[in-house]
Structure formats: C-alpha cells, structure tokens
C-alpha cells in the first residue's frame, strides 16, 4: 500500500446554479462540487475513506474489508482506492453477488466479493461478527459500512474550506450513516440543515444531540418513501435540475436534498438562511440502477 495523498488535496469548485422550485421558476444557489474531485471516486466517499487509508497504511494492514449493498458508493470508492494505491479489498455485499455495472467495476479492480444473507448483515458491526472476519481475513483493517467511524468524520471536516466557513451562514447536505454532517459540525459554526435518505432516520439524532450542540437541523420528510426509493416527481425534478445546470443528481441522495431543499425554500422556511452553501456529494455511479439515460 502506497497512497499518493496529493490525490487528496483537489479543492473542490464552487458553482452557482438555478435551484428548480415546484413553481416552475428557478433561484439561484451556490453548491460546492465534490462530485467533480476525481473522474471515479466522487464526492464524500473520498473524505471519509482518506484518514481510513492512512490508519491501515500505519498498521500494515493486509487488506481493507467494508461492507455495502449491491450499489454502495463507499464500496466502489474503496475498491476503486485499492486499484489505485496497490491494496487488497473485500467487500461483504448484503444480500447476493449480483451482476450489475457498479458491482462488475468492483471486482475490475480486484476486489473480492463476500456475499452475507441479510439476516446476517445486521449483525455485522458486532464485537463478535468482526473477530471471526479478523480472523478469516488475518491483517485486515475493517471500515465500518459507510465509512462511519471517527476517522471517516475527520475526513469529512475537510469538506469544507476556512473560506467556505466565512462566507456561507448555511450549509446543506445529505444523510446516509451521518458520518458526512457530524464531520461538518465538527468543522463549522454555521447553520447546518441535513436530508435524511431514510425513512426512519431519527435515531440518527442521538449521537449529535450528545455531543453537539451546534445549530443544526435535520429533515426527515425527503425521503421518497425510503431508501433508494423514487417516483416520478423526483425524476422529473433531477432532469429539470440537469436541463437547467448541467448538472446531475444521484437520485438516492442528493436529488432528495436538493428537492428538499427547494420545497422549503419555496415554503418561506429558510428566510433567515441569507447565504446557502449545498453540498453535492457526487453518486453518480449508482444511476446506473435506473436503466435510463441519467
Ligand atoms: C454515502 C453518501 C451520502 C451520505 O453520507 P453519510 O456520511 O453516510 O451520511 C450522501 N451522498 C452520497 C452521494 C453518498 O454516496
């Protein structure tokens, strides 16, 4: 293992785009383009993986194990990772080994694939579960599914820049594992509005209410029925959004976040939010579960 960090110092663009709004007129918006780092690993996955790399570069690690479904962006990103600095990755997928584009760019560059029942993923964080795959796969450094551990919120308060701090009073983003937002709290005082991707998503909460008490807010009415779920109002409004800005959106995040937060701007709800910063947090790989022409 032999990680170029350079590959990490890109600073992301900011661009100001027309936000769609349900009345058919538009606002202006600008968001920070993490989609646009790096050609293959795009957005927030980089960040969180990044501190990850260096810990299991220090131990010596063998291996990286993580844990995704069938179109996890963080497995991509990881296997994409160990194509590229030289390590060994496996990945324990919930469910099957299907055969799809993000799966097959997975095991293109060398990863190898662990199919686990998805009774048995649920247990996968415990004490238990992750000493037996210690032992099956010996030297491995183990991230946790979404790269949602201390070292993958360190990345993350990378996301923003000392400027980006000053300037903008408010920052959006979406939520999967909240690793991405609790990193950001971490890094800004400013007013932080989260999008939750699921449909039971307040027991997220927790550990922020325990630790942070910054000023921030997450909406949890965005998420289209749940996880990775979409219907044709979200779909409509990601080719209004690309038509518009040229831009696409994931529809498993960040359409959702952006969608949100168009709705509670066209509401009067963020009034006192002068100078919004939205984060796009790149996905795109995962459209290809569409089968349309995202
Ligand atoms: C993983 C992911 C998120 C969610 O990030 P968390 O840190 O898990 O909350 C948001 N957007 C995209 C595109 C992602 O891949």
């Given at each position: 293992m032999d990680i170029d960090f350079s590959l990490f110092d890109s600073k992301p663009n900011i661009d100001e785009i027309l936000l769609p709004l349900p009345d058919g007129s538009f606002r202006s918006l600008d968001v920070l383009r993490l989609d646009a780092i790096h050609p293959t690993i795009s957005g927030n996955k980089w960040y969180k993986l990044?501190?990850?790399?260096?810990?299991?570069?220090?131990?010596?690690?063998?291996?990286?194990?993580?844990?995704?479904?069938?179109?996890?962006?963080?497995?991509?990103?990881l296997a994409y990772a160990g194509f590229l600095f030289d390590f060994k990755t496996v990945g324990i997928l919930r469910?099957?080994?299907?055969?799809?584009?993000?799966?097959?760019?997975?095991?293109?560059?060398?990863?190898?694939l662990i199919p686990m029942s998805r009774e048995a993923y649920r247990?996968?964080?415990?004490?238990?579960?992750?000493?037996?795959?210690?032992?099956?796969?010996?030297?491995?450094?183990?991230?946790?599914?979404?790269?949602?551990?201390?070292?993958?919120?360190?990345?993350?308060?990378?996301?923003?820049?000392?400027?980006?701090?000053?300037?903008?009073?408010?920052?959006a983003c979406a939520i999967g594992t909240a690793t991405t937002f609790r990193g950001l709290l971490q890094s800004y005082s400013g007013r932080l509005l989260g999008f939750s991707a699921l449909k039971n998503g307040t027991y997220l909460e927790e550990p922020i209410r325990k630790v942070q008490t910054g000023n921030w807010k997450i909406y949890h009415?965005?998420?289209?029925?749940?996880?990775?779920?979409?219907?044709?109002?979200?779909?409509?409004?990601?080719?209004?959004f690309r038509n518009q800005n040229g831009i696409e959106l994931d529809f498993i995040y960040n359409a959702k976040m952006f969608y949100g937060l168009a709705q509670e701007i066209f509401?009067?709800?963020?009034?006192?939010?002068?100078?919004?910063?939205?984060?796009?947090?790149?996905?795109?790989?995962?459209?290809?579960?569409l089968n349309t022409n995202f």
């Open positions: 990044k501190y990850n790399l260096v810990q299991a570069q220090s131990e010596r690690a063998k291996q990286i194990v993580s844990f995704g479904g069938a179109y996890s962006n963080h497995l991509h990103a469910g099957s080994i299907q055969d799809n584009p993000s799966l097959q760019d997975c095991l293109a560059w060398g990863m190898e247990t996968k964080h415990e004490p238990v579960v992750l000493e037996a795959l210690k032992i099956k796969h010996r030297d491995s450094y183990i991230i946790p599914e979404g790269g949602d551990n201390e070292l993958g919120r360190k990345g993350c308060q990378e996301i923003l820049s000392m400027e980006d701090v000053r300037k903008y009073d408010t920052v009415d965005y998420h289209f029925g749940g996880f990775a779920k979409k219907n044709e109002q979200l779909l409509d409004f990601m080719l209004r509401q009067g709800r963020l009034v006192d939010e002068k100078n919004i910063l939205a984060i796009h947090s790149g996905g795109l790989q995962g459209n290809r579960s």
